[in-house]
Structures are given as C-alpha cells and as structure tokens.
C-alpha cells in the first residue's frame, strides 16, 4: 500500500512539475484568439474593418483608372 502511494506521489510531483503541456495550453488558447481575431477582421459579410477598408480603396482606385482611360 504503501509503495503506491509513493509512486502516486512520486507521479503527481512530476506532473505538476512538468511545463511542457502548460505551455501547449498556452500556445492553444492564444491561437484561438488570434483565429477568433482573424475571422472578425475578415469577416464574409462584408462588415468587417479590414473588408470594409479594402472595398473603399478597391474602389477608389477603379473609379480613378477608369476617368484615366475614358
């Protein structure tokens, strides 16, 4: 009984101590908001910021192209 206790112990110390998994974790939980991020900015709707911006530039630039070819 005792033996495995220690070896439960001796397991749980090492898992606590262990940081590797912490840090999958972490990497995990910040690629999620950078996708969640992502997603908002380049939204299909056509409301996102960076959409929203890019359609404006788009555009201006064939509203400009085209006065210069007529």
Same mark, same amino acid.
């Given at each position: ?8 112990r001796g ?9 590797? !998994? =912490? *840090? +999958?974790?972490?990497?995990? $939980?910040?690629?999620? !908001? =950078? *996708? +969640?991020?992502?997603?908002? $900015? ?6 996102g910021p ?6 404006t530039t ?13």
């Amino acid at each position: 009984m005792f033996k495995l206790h220690a070896q439960v112990r001796g397991f749980l110390g090492k898992f606590v101590k262990n940081e590797q !998994g =912490v *840090s +999958a974790l972490e990497y995990a $939980i910040v690629m999620a !908001g =950078v *996708s +969640a991020t992502v997603l908002f $900015i380049f939204s299909s709707s056509d409301q996102g910021p960076i959409m929203s911006l890019l359609k404006t530039t788009f555009n201006l630039l064939k509203a400009k192209s085209l006065s210069i070819l007529q």
